[in-house]
């Protein structure tokens, strides 16, 4: 179990899983806030606090739901819909604790061409 949060601790989770994958996307919002981004099934991440506060920001398709705490700003998730319809959450990883991120592969994306 994975255990996450924003920055000033008010949105904390946890996730089931091991990372193998980031995937690092080009487009406007992913590379100027800097996200790796860990997809799981919604089902696999937890709300452990904080929930009620979250403020949601879509841009583009709308395809994801990024969550951010209002208090320090950070996005710690997002939620969404793949391709096959299956509920999915977006897992930053930086918001993860403890998390070796050279460990983790890094995939890049071209959301900026889409």
């Not at 487009?27 to 904080?50: M, N």
């Not at 996005?75 to 096959?84: H, V």
Request: hydrophobic share 30%; glycine share 8%; with cysteine.
């Amino acid at each position: 179990m994975l255990t996450g949060s924003c920055h000033c601790g008010a949105v904390r989770f946890q996730c089931e899983g091991t990372p193998q994958q980031a995937y690092e996307c080009n487009c406007s919002h992913c590379s100027r806030k800097g996200f790796l981004l860990w997809f799981l099934p919604r089902q696999d991440l937890r709300i452990e606090s904080g929930e009620e506060m979250l403020t949601t920001y879509t841009f583009n398709r709308h395809a994801i739901q990024h969550q951010f705490c209002p208090t320090c700003g950070c996005q710690p998730f997002g939620l969404g819909t793949s391709p096959d319809g299956s509920q999915t959450a977006a897992i930053n990883l930086r918001c993860i604790e403890d998390l070796d991120l050279s460990a983790v592969e890094r995939v890049a994306v071209d959301g900026r061409s889409r």
